[in-house]
């Protein structure tokens, strides 16, 4: 039971951390971004002139809904990014999970072959 109520804990601050931190996530570009933007001229964090790597991207291919630590369909910001954290934290846990338990799952049938 206790090991239980530790881990709840540890979800809760994890989420609240999420929910927080991603307010603080910046749209600037960082250190990969701002070499991509090499060689052109920007304004307002678009390109307008000029030629470098990043000229040839285009749109998020996978979609909108996490794009620039928003959510996508939301018009509040705050919300959008705090929401955008929580769920990137929720879907990396249940990945994970998933992930661990097909591990387990495996060892544990080669541990019955075994005996």
């Not at 097909?102 to 080669?110: M, Q, V």
Request: charged share 15%; net charge negative; proline share 1%.
């Amino acid at each position: 039971m206790k090991t239980k109520s530790i881990w709840i804990a540890g979800l809760l601050v994890t989420l609240v951390l999420a929910g927080v931190v991603s307010l603080f996530a910046s749209a600037s570009p960082d250190g990969l971004e701002s070499v991509l933007l090499t060689g052109c001229d920007t304004a307002d964090g678009e390109i307008t002139g000029g030629t470098c790597v990043l000229q040839a991207a285009g749109d998020h291919e996978i979609g909108g809904a996490f794009a620039d630590y928003g959510m996508s369909f939301l018009d509040n910001e705050i919300l959008g990014a705090s929401l955008a954290g929580i769920l990137g934290v929720l879907l990396t846990l249940a990945i994970a999970t998933g992930f661990f338990r097909l591990l387990a799952r495996g060892k544990r049938s080669t541990d019955e072959e075994a005996a």
